[in-house]
């Protein structure tokens, strides 16, 4: 060394002696880079390893939370679980299981990656190995820094707090969730939360009854639903037909007959009440001995219904845990009426989703709502219309589009064309006293028109009404005497279960579609046109 300086020293005044000592220079800064990577290399050798043993202690909890999360969900399957928080609690569990199974595999994927990077690099050269190992050591200390450590504990933390909390979940669901060992109040509600169909047929001197409730699962939140329907026919007398369709939400403690009747006794609406009060007569007097069960998997139109039924939910009650707090349910009366208080809050009518009432508007009942104008035509009762009233009743239904201003609002319809100008704050008995006068002068001084609707909502609640023209009023034949039209009366009743209630929904949907939220409009169209294309 001591030559080595001494040569520098001769030759630092020379080009040569310049270019020796930038070598030493470069040399130095060489040895000294080598000497970072090789500490560098260490300490991110025994980090990596670190990290590896971290992660793999991560994918242990990980899959340990996994599966108590699914176990919860599972066991809680094979229990009868109706209660809507509950369904809920699930609902989270069932999405915290998912997510730790993503996050599961993430952890493991890159486990992987790193063992296939290792093999690869140890069959390669020197060179390339080398290269390789610089990137891992880079790569190490980036990504098992104390930030990715930090977010990866905090995710192993979190999902291990929602598998403890399962546990408490089953509790929960033992005590409430297990119809199997419960003694139910209603002998009906045992059937159909049990899958089975209710139906109920009688056919006795020209008059018709039937009744029927299917029941449906919905998405988890939703719980059990059940569509129902009752009709009433008399050939002899069809203005005294009628028909009610409701769709109400199921538990252990329903009592199905009891809510309709309920509900329909604080009905608001004057032109129903009559109605309202027949259907209830007609339904406590159901020989509940003559009730008949079949499964609902066997009906060849469950997949049709469980389609439109989740849409029909949706648009009648968006928010399926609205009033389930029992806070107090709004009044649908006006404000000078003493039926005003009857809708405060009843803890039996919260199932209640959506009731529907159709009738005859008998030639007595023409008369008297005819306009004064009217009164001196002296038409033959011949061409007076027969005309059916109908009220779509949604008690949760949404106030979208309704200003924050407006309570209440009501918009006209006459043959599919909406008119304009828009009734502000009125009631729905206010609505219904004033709308069928209207609607029999607006049919029966146009004949061209065939239907009259009105499209009532509230801050809480919506309604849909209308008048609908459907044939010149006659009576029927007393007594059937030929066999042709014998054969034709049982045809025509040959299935009206499946025939008559797909019927009246898709007549429903044809009026009252274009007023569905936008989200269901797509579904709920397609849905009409697969039973047109199965009544083709």
């Known amino acids: 060394m001591c ?48 990290g590896r043993d971290e992660e793999e202690h991560h994918m242990e909890r990980l899959e340990m939370a996994q599966i108590k999360l699914e176990a919860a969900v599972e066991t809680s399957c094979r229990w009868q679980v109706m209660d809507a928080s509950l369904l809920r609690w699930r609902k989270k569990l069932k999405c915290a299981a998912r997510e730790c199974d993503d996050t599961l595999r993430g952890f493991k994927q890159r486990a992987a990656e790193d ?6 690099a140890r069959g390669s050269s020197f060179p390339r190995r080398w290269a390789r190992a610089t990137k891992s050591i880079v790569t190490a200390l ?63 001197r020209g008059q018709y009854h039937l009744f029927c409730v299917r029941p449906i699962r919905l998405e988890e939140d939703r719980g059990r639903e059940a569509a129902l329907l009752f009709m009433y026919e008399d050939d002899e007398a069809p203005e005294k037909n009628l028909c009610l369709g409701s769709i109400l939400r199921l538990s252990e403690s329903t009592d199905i007959v009891g809510t309709i ?38 009906s060849s139109h469950r997949k049709l219904w469980n389609s439109i039924h989740s849409s029909m939910t949706q ?25 005003t208080m009857k809708l405060s809050y009843v803890a039996d009518l919260e199932p209640v989703i959506q009731l529907s009432l159709n009738r005859h508007i008998p030639l007595s009942e023409y008369n008297k709502h005819r306009s004064k104008a009217a009164e001196g035509d002296t038409s033959c009762h011949k061409n007076v219309p027969h005309l059916k009233i109908g009220l779509v009743f949604a008690p949760h239904g949404s106030s979208e589009g309704l200003l924050p201003s407006v309570e209440s609002s009501a918009i006209e319809v006459i043959d599919g064309a909406e008119q304009s100008g828009a009734h502000t704050n009125i009631s729905l008995e206010q609505l219904d006293e004033f709308m069928l006068p209207k609607a029999i002068d607006c049919l029966r001084q146009k004949a061209e028109l065939t239907v009259y609707q009105m499209f009532w909502r509230s801050k809480h609640g919506a309604a849909f009404l209308l008048v609908r023209k459907t044939g010149l009023m006659k009576m029927p034949p007393r007594h059937v005497t030929g066999v042709g039209d014998r054969r034709f009366m049982i045809q025509r009743r040959r299935d009206p279960k499946l025939e008559k209630w797909v019927q009246l929904v898709k007549d429903f949907l044809d009026l009252w579609a274009a007023h569905a939220p936008r989200k269901l409009q797509s579904s709920i169209v397609e849905w009409i046109q697969k039973v047109d294309e199965k009544q083709n």
Request: proline share 5%; net charge negative; aromatic share 10%.
């Open 3 to 50: 030559v080595y300086r001494d040569i520098l020293r001769l030759s630092s005044c020379t080009g040569i002696g310049r270019s020796l000592a930038m070598a030493e220079m470069v040399g130095s800064a060489a040895a000294e880079e080598i000497l970072k990577q090789a500490f560098a290399g260490l300490i991110g050798k025994q980090q990596h390893e670190e």
């Open 115 to 120: 063992e296939a990077r290792e093999q690869e």
């Open 142 to 204: 980036l990504s098992h820094d104390n930030s990715y450590a930090s977010s990866s504990s905090a995710a192993v933390r979190r999902f291990e707090r929602l598998a403890d909390s399962a546990g408490e979940f089953l509790r929960f669901a033992e005590l409430g969730g297990t119809p199997r060992r419960y003694m139910f109040a209603d002998p009906l509600i045992g059937h159909l939360l049990a899958g089975q169909e209710l139906r109920y047929r009688l056919v006795r």
């Open 261 to 298: 009747i309920k509900f329909l006794d604080l009905l608001v609406a004057p032109h129903f009440k009559s109605t309202a009060e027949s259907v209830s007569k007609e339904l406590a007097q159901l020989p509940t001995q003559d009730f008949w069960w079949v499964p609902y998997v066997d």
């Open 315 to 339: 648009w009648f009650r968006p928010d399926p845990l609205c009033c389930k707090q029992h806070e107090p349910m709004p009044s649908y009366g006006g404000s000078s009426s003493s039926s």
